[in-house]
């Protein structure tokens, strides 16, 4: 059984997600297929910074995911934000895996915005990757840098970048880590309704796309779906505000493998 979790995880968690990779996190994100490249949230410090900066107040939160329905294979994450004038700096920390195979990443963000209209975000990675039964660790550090742009009331459009260095992962695993290329746009059509889209590209691999809608019908839910490609998926979502707290819950499905569930859970400062 654990020959075979670990055969998972390597095909699929190392070549899905994993091995250095730009690990998503965020149920709100899970929710909307990913499709989150002009969002502004705590968790946009795990897919555009840029999104930092249109925080007016610190927030902390946690997450939890397991691929696949597979304990072993889970996914635990966390992540603070405390804006500083124009500015906003972020921390966030993950892990993933289980005995055989695990990847932690720990990252430390800023991002400032300029005027109404502009939002730009870097970010600095660490990430250690260890092999068990004495197959050794790696590490690699990487960075980020994603920007917003306003182009209408209702239209932002946004971009992402990681690993523009091409750093590589040494030790036995020893490849390159993924460079990523993201762009896409956001629609807000009212207060209830959000739409996006996006496309992403590794270098080294076939581009993909990613669409998602948010529906928030009244001041606590929020209503989400999304789809993906690549190996494609199907996303569903839904979110709680209570008063300073926000609870995500959200579920991708693949064909081959099964759903993936995911929640979160932020607190946003008075």
Excluded: C
Aim: hydrophobic content about 40%.
């Amino acid at each position: 059984m654990r020959r075979m979790l670990l055969s998972l995880a390597l095909i699929g968690g190392l070549q899905a997600f994993a091995g250095g990779d730009n690990l998503p996190i965020g149920a709100r994100h899970g929710g909307m297929g990913y499709s989150t490249i002009t969002l502004s949230d705590l968790w946009s410090v795990y897919s555009n910074q840029a999104g930092l900066a249109g925080l007016t107040r610190p927030a902390v939160g946690i997450y939890y995911q397991q691929h696949w329905l597979a304990p072993e294979l889970g996914m635990e994450g966390f992540a603070a934000a405390v804006p500083l004038g124009r500015g906003t700096i972020a921390a966030t920390a993950s892990r993933y895996g289980f005995d055989l195979y695990n990847e932690t990443k720990a990252g430390l963000a800023y991002a400032m915005r300029f005027g109404e209209g502009l939002r730009v975000g870097i970010q600095m990675d660490y990430t250690g990757v260890r092999f068990g039964e004495g197959y050794g660790s790696a590490g690699i550090v990487t960075a980020e840098i994603g920007v917003q742009a306003k182009l209408t009331d209702h239209l932002w459009i946004g971009a992402h970048l990681y690993n523009p260095g091409q750093a590589r992962i040494g030790g036995p695993y020893d490849e390159k880590s993924p460079t990523i290329l993201r762009a896409g746009l956001g629609y807000t059509f009212s207060d209830k309704l959000i739409i996006t889209a996006e496309a992403a590209k590794d270098i080294d691999r076939k581009e993909s796309f990613r669409a998602g809608l948010e529906y928030h019908p009244n001041k606590v839910l929020y209503l989400r779906t999304g789809v993906s490609t690549g190996d494609v998926r199907g996303h569903a979502g839904l979110g709680l505000r209570l008063k300073q707290f926000d609870v995500n819950m959200a579920v991708a499905f693949r064909s081959q493998l099964g759903s993936t569930p995911m929640i979160d859970l932020t607190y946003t400062f008075q």
